[in-house]
């Protein structure tokens, strides 16, 4: 599994009610996607281009468990390289089949815009405009496995034991 | 090594000798809790089948009562899948209302040494009885109802080994804010607390740090225990348990001494409370227009103790709304009875129902435009609490109080001493 496309930088503790406001709360999944980072930096997601990368620094994803890693998902976005990763955060990117992954040091290793190459296998991350390659942390096999099935709910929803989703448009 | 005591729970109930940093475990969950915010339509996947409706519990407690059209739904939905089990454990609208982790700690829902799940990131609160308790996603949790197991990814652990007795006027929020202040986040990394200073602790002070530990994103924060919790649990529930201790040779990547006679009141200024704590002095003067005490990290009996001594004989600044909100009906029941809730309407606050209320900005209490709030809860996020321009200042339940008093942010030694 491998991502190459432009990245957006997120500086440390960014939150998920920042990914996810409460004024999102009621609407569908799709419908939540417009407010993602909306506080924080309005206007992003016009600006932001199916299978871009966030870049991040330490402990993203802190704060409430909602469903925040599926809205990026859902925005289109490739996968999240973030210095380090709230664990529930971590989780929901597993639980949603959002590819995220931990790379000490690569907050500084890119300039936003720069292009960067980021594989799930190798577990590696490399800046392709600048051409430096760093090590990422892997994700364990099993978790790797569930992310690229699709996550949770498929798995559950392929055995019988949770109803198929009619998703609203 | 020996093990922690996360590490030594998880071991037994992986089946395994040990388990340490980078393993990644599959366990047995003992409890799992739905909550409102499960039933979401956004969120919600009908569940077809269940592992076992007794370690099953289900919360209304987000929204309470239904705030929204929307979270009447989804309280609706809950009802009907409580019907559809058989679910013994639900805590609906009424006598048995609570946030879900004060109402973990009034029923004696965890017992030590077992496994808890809940898909509120504040699920860490229930760590004070000695248990792995993990918030989780939404579908963790429908996954561990469904199987009645989940995995966790195992961090290095940091030792906290808590000293001495508080200063008056000084609380367990003030030592969550210097310790947040001082080393920042702990993702990836796992949290254990003991020492000769929780002795001297109550079970509500303890739990305000293991629930704001989710502030610190810890993977786990467990106390160690001791006769105190032991007996909590015991009066509350009937089921044999094991506490578990630490090994002597436990392997912490750091041990951390927090002097808690040192300590004096803080508040973390707006938006984050990572590497954002001062001393109350550094705010005092700051007008505000809402003060908030409750949720599941200050919503106790010993929180609202504290703000009817600070309020007694003394009113709220007619420029501020004060709401307090406590954690469980119960809560709130032992607080009229001994009058605390009278203290707090004589002197102006508003008391609401126990709920997430105003903490998560959906109801109770939500901030307009450039509004400032100073707030003993448990998150100060641009945003939480309503409109994205409103600042949110954090602090103690004795500071907020203050603060409302007075109408701008105040040091609450000016009232307690």
New interface residues.
């Given amino acids: 599994m491998k991502f190459t496309a432009r990245v957006w930088k997120f500086g440390?503790?960014i939150?998920t009610?920042?990914i996810l406001?409460?004024l999102a709360?009621?609407?569908?999944?799709q419908e939540?996607t417009r407010f993602v980072f909306?506080?924080?930096r309005p206007g992003w997601v016009d600006q932001v281009q199916p299978g871009d990368i966030i870049v991040g620094g330490?402990?993203f994803g802190?704060?409430?468990?909602?469903?925040a890693a599926r809205s990026l998902k859902n925005l289109g976005l490739g996968c999240l390289i973030a210095h380090?990763?709230?664990?529930?955060f971590?989780?929901?990117c597993v639980?949603?089949a959002f590819p995220a992954m931990?790379c000490r040091g690569v907050f500084d290793t890119f300039t936003e815009g720069d292009v960067a190459e980021v594989d799930f296998d190798a577990c590696t991350v490399r800046n392709v405009t600048t051409g430096k390659t760093l090590p990422a942390i892997g994700l364990?096999p099993?978790?790797l496995d569930l992310l690229k099935a699709g996550?949770?709910?498929p798995l559950?929803e392929k055995e019988?034991?949770?109803?198929p989703?009619v998703e609203k448009a | 090594m020996g093990m922690t005591i996360a590490e030594k729970i998880l071991a037994k109930k992986s089946g395994q000798a040990r388990v340490g940093p980078g393993d990644?475990v599959t366990v047995e969950v003992d409890t799992v809790i739905l909550f409102d915010?499960n039933f979401?339509?956004?969120?919600w996947?009908?569940?077809?089948?269940i592992k076992d409706r007794d370690r099953l519990i289900v919360v209304l407690d987000h929204r309470v009562p239904a705030a929204?059209q929307?979270s009447a739904g989804a309280h609706r939905t809950a009802r009907q899948f409580v019907e559809k089990f058989g679910i013994p454990r639900f805590h609906d609208v009424g006598y048995k209302q609570g946030i879900s982790h004060q109402l973990v700690a009034d029923h004696g829902y965890a017992l030590p040494g077992t496994v808890l799940l809940c898909?509120?990131?504040h699920t860490c609160s229930a760590g004070v009885f000695n248990c792995v308790a993990?918030?989780?996603?939404?579908?963790?949790v429908?996954?561990a109802a469904?199987k009645g197991e989940t995995?966790f990814?195992m961090?290095e652990t940091v030792r906290y080994e808590l000293e001495g007795k508080f200063p008056l006027a000084v609380t367990m929020k003030d030592a969550f804010l210097q310790i947040a202040g001082q080393y920042?986040?702990h993702?990836?990394m796992n949290v254990e607390y003991g020492g000769p200073g929780i002795a001297d602790l109550s079970i509500n002070a303890r739990k305000t740090l293991t629930t704001m530990s989710?502030?610190l994103?810890a993977?786990f924060a467990t106390f160690e225990p001791d006769e105190v919790m032991l007996e909590w649990v015991r009066t509350r529930n009937l089921a044999p348990f094991e506490p578990v201790y630490p090994d002597p040779d436990a392997g912490y990547v750091v041990v951390r001494k927090v002097d808690l006679s040192r300590l004096e009141p803080l508040v973390a200024f707006p938006d984050?409370v990572?590497e954002n704590s001062r001393p109350v002095a550094d705010a005092v003067g700051t007008a505000i227009d809402q003060a908030f005490v409750g949720s599941c990290a200050n919503g106790t009996l010993d929180d609202l103790v504290l703000v009817a001594k600070v309020l007694e004989g003394r009113q709220v600044s007619p420029k501020v709304r004060f709401i307090v909100t406590p954690g469980s009906q119960n809560i709130y029941r032992e607080a009229a009875r001994r009058g605390i809730i009278t203290t707090l309407v004589e002197a102006g606050a508003v008391v609401t129902p126990a709920t997430c209320g105003a903490c998560?900005?959906?109801h109770m209490g939500v901030l307009g435009p450039n509004e400032t709030c100073i707030t003993a809860t448990t998150?100060n996020?641009?945003?939480?609490m309503g409109d994205?321009s409103a600042r949110i200042f954090m602090g103690s339940p004795a500071t907020v109080a203050a603060s409302a008093i007075r109408g701008v942010i105040t040091d609450p030694r000016e009232f307690l001493i």
């Fill in positions: 440390n503790n939150n009610d920042l406001p409460i709360f009621y609407l569908t999944p939540q909306n506080a924080n330490r402990n802190m704060g409430s468990s909602r469903p380090s990763i709230n664990g529930l971590f989780r929901n639980n949603f931990e364990p099993k978790l996550g949770i709910y559950l019988g034991l949770i109803a989703r | 990644l915010n979401m339509p956004s969120q996947r009908d569940i077809l089948k929204t929307a898909s509120d990131s993990r918030g989780v996603g939404g579908p963790d429908v996954y469904i995995w990814r961090g920042g986040d993702a990836t989710a502030e994103s993977e984050t990572i998560g900005g959906g998150r996020f641009k945003g939480r994205p």
